[in-house]
């Protein structure tokens, strides 16, 4: 049996949200709303998931329940600070006493800053960083996720973009953890390939990140292994055969779990890279992680080997040397699946390298990668992937 020692149980675990997870879950949303004395409804979704017609069972839940609503649809990927302040102008002119949140972690992510500005004023620009916020809010904020990938749902955590300085900025803070997140597998079917892939991606980076980082913990580590054992097991399977029940239940709790644990033990160097890459040429976030976390893994596996033999052996691979494989495993998994392997293939000019590389300093999430990389190394992984 492998010793403990006393100080590896010495942390704290806080997850404010409350999960609720089942297929076909959302079909009543409209009775759990009332439940909550909710009777005015901010609804945040975007054009694409409507066009999907998606929304339509909720709605019509809604109206069945006597809720009114208002929809704000004007989320685009990877939302602007811009787009946080349209929405909170809009939520502020009326009295709405709930804000419901549908879609991917661009939805989501907007439906968070709308609450903290509300709440807090200014911009949602002002907060970025760690434990800025000051007031809770005391509107409930419900999340319904449509992919498999941001764990946004059940986290701390809102990225957004600043256009203006071509970065993306991440507000973290308890006061932006939602009041409920209800998972409902079947949003997710028929989800295209190409969105899968790339939520895909994000939500087994989470768990890779987060078992590797300096600020991971038992609970977290656990969270992070089944979240990698299960989307490494799905992912490929939910890709190319997308209304797969299995499969979609398997990616939906994956994500799940992979953002209990990241919302604990953070990220690092892909998601802190991944954040400079977006914000200098657009490249969506989860093409952005999945072109860096081969080359990451590689990277974090020369100090953490033991680790690295982990994720190995959860992908289930069992070549020696394993510490070796996990990268290779990533990497071929990266391409079962359909999404790029090299910055050039998706326009990323070789001349941008070097602000990307500098501008990955600016990511909170550096700082707990496992091994603490120079601009140089940095550049180096960029040019490696190029």
């Given at each position: 049996?492998?010793t ?54 909720l ?15 004007d989320?685009e ?28 972690g ?22 970025a960083?760690v ?13 319904i ?15 957004y ?7 993306k900025?991440?507000?973290?803070s ?10 409902d ?27 590797f ?6 609970s ?9 054992a ?9 890709v190319?055969?997308g ?68 994720i ?29 392997t ?16 500098r ?17 140089v ?10």
């Open positions: 049996m492998e403990v020692k006393t100080n590896d149980f010495e942390f704290s675990f806080h997850l404010p949200t409350l999960i609720e997870f089942g297929y076909g879950k959302t079909s009543h949303i409209g009775k759990r709303l009332l439940q909550l004395g909710v009777q005015n409804v901010f609804f945040v979704s975007d054009s694409g998931v409507q066009a999907t017609g998606l929304l339509t069972p709605t019509q839940s809604l109206q069945d329940s006597n809720i009114h609503y208002d929809f704000y649809l989320v990927p990877d939302p602007s600070i811009e787009t946080i302040d349209k929405g909170t102008e809009l939520f502020s002119s009326n009295y709405y006493d709930c804000i419901l949140a549908v879609g991917g661009s939805a989501i992510d907007t439906a968070k800053g709308i609450r903290v500005v509300a709440t807090n004023g200014g911009s949602i620009g002002d907060y960083g434990n800025r916020i000051d007031k809770a809010s005391e509107i409930p904020l419900v999340t996720p449509t992919t498999s990938g941001t764990g946004s749902e059940v986290t701390i955590f809102g990225v973009s600043d256009w203006n300085n071509n970065v900025v991440t507000v973290t308890q006061h932006m953890a939602p009041t409920i997140a209800i998972v597998p079947k949003l997710t079917m028929g989800l295209p390939q190409k969105m899968t892939a790339g939520s895909g991606i994000d939500a087994l980076a989470h768990g890779i990140e987060t078992f980082s300096v600020r991971s913990c038992p977290s580590d656990a969270l992070a292994k089944e979240a990698i299960i989307v490494g097991n799905h992912l490929k399977r939910a190319h055969e209304n797969d029940e299995e499969a979609r239940i398997g990616m939906s709790h994956g994500s799940l779990l992979a953002g209990m644990a990241f919302n604990n033990g953070f990220l690092g160097l892909a998601h802190a890279i991944g954040s400079a890459l977006s914000g200098h040429c657009h490249v969506p976030h989860g093409i952005a992680i999945g072109l860096l976390l081969p080359h990451v893994i590689e990277f974090n596996s020369i100090v953490c080997p033991d680790k690295a033999a982990t190995s052996e959860l992908l289930g691979v069992n070549e020696e040397p394993l510490e070796q494989k996990a990268a290779l495993a990533v990497t071929e998994l990266v391409k079962d699946i359909g999404l790029p090299r910055l050039r293939d998706v326009n990323v000019s070789e001349t941008k390298l070097p602000d990307i590389a501008d990955s300093f600016k990511s909170g999430m550096m700082k707990f990668n496992p091994r603490q990389p120079s601009e190394e940095v550049l180096e992984l960029l040019n490696r992937v190029y």
